[in-house]
């Protein structure tokens, strides 16, 4: 069992490396229009996925969207998360200038003032846009700043290894999810800056918010960070402007 298992991660890093090879050679406005295409394509396949995306859309929208503009929304969601889905294998190789050219920050002067005045920050990251964006976010903050991202290990040991490295290449520390919570508070006791997902589902041990008219259940882990570190909290949107170009918003919640 040990040898297949290892086989099959052998056979699924081979794929990615892959297909990581043949989008470099590629812009990231094509490589997006290809994950729009594939998008759509998966629309098609997965009916549950679609049956998913439409309960939601109703609960978001139901009262002002009829039901056909509801379903061309839940076309572009499936094309935009596949856009994104790619586009975030291509995004690790761009160069400064080419982050430059496809990232655009806004209230970037939130974020250093706030490090400039020697606390621990705490981004609050959203699953959406191309997140892999977010990892290379060091070369926008202030000189001898500190990044970090706390994240999930991916299954693949083979895999995990080549993307840990895409991600802390220009210098991101990385923080396992298995690990224990103590270095994240060093880190961000020194004045470092973490990302952390922050629309997590947490079952019972979250708190209760509404949402969509609606009340969920979010991770409670950003906030008892904030209490015990005294880090600011700081919010991220990541919205799509055009194929191969992001608009990156800060905000300080507190605020």
């Known amino acids: 069992m040990v040898f297949f298992k290892h086989l099959q991660w052998g056979i699924e890093y081979a794929a990615y490396r892959g297909v990581d090879f043949l989008l470099n050679r590629l812009s990231l406005a094509k490589v997006h229009k290809i994950g729009s295409g594939m998008g759509s394509i998966a629309y098609r396949l997965f009916p549950a996925r679609r049956r998913i995306v439409m309960r939601n859309l109703r609960i978001a929208y139901g009262d002002t969207h009829s039901l056909g503009e509801l379903e061309l929304l839940s076309r572009c969601v499936f094309r935009r998360i596949g856009a994104n889905l790619i586009s975030s294998l291509r995004s690790p190789t761009l160069s400064e200038s080419q982050l430059e050219d496809v990232l655009e920050i806004r209230n970037l002067d939130v974020l ?7 606390k621990g920050v ?13 990892a290379q976010l060091i070369h926008f903050l202030p000189e001898g700043a500190e990044l970090g991202t706390h ?6 040991p083979y895999v995990n290894k080549l993307v840990e490295a ?5 210098g991101t520390q990385l923080f396992a999810k298995k690990e224990s919570p103590l ?6 006791k020194d004045g470092g800056t973490l990302g952390i997902l922050a629309d997590q589902r947490a079952g019972l041990i979250g708190h209760c918010c509404p949402y969509y008219g609606r009340f969920t259940s979010c991770s409670p882990f950003p906030e008892i960070l904030a209490k015990r ?6 919010s991220i949107s ?13 905000q300080h ?3």
């Open 112 to 118: 250093h003032r706030l490090i400039g005045e020697g």
């Open 151 to 156: 994240y999930r290990p991916l299954n693949n």
């Open 183 to 188: 270095a994240m508070s060093g880190f961000l």
């Open 166 to 170: 895409q991600r802390s290449q220009r």
């Open 238 to 250: 990541l919205q799509t402007l055009e194929p191969g170009k992001w608009r990156c918003t800060f």
């Open 253 to 255: 919640v507190t605020e």
């Open 122 to 134: 705490i981004l609050l990251t959203p699953h959406m846009g191309n997140w892999e964006l977010l």
């Open 229 to 234: 570190t005294g880090a600011a909290l700081v």
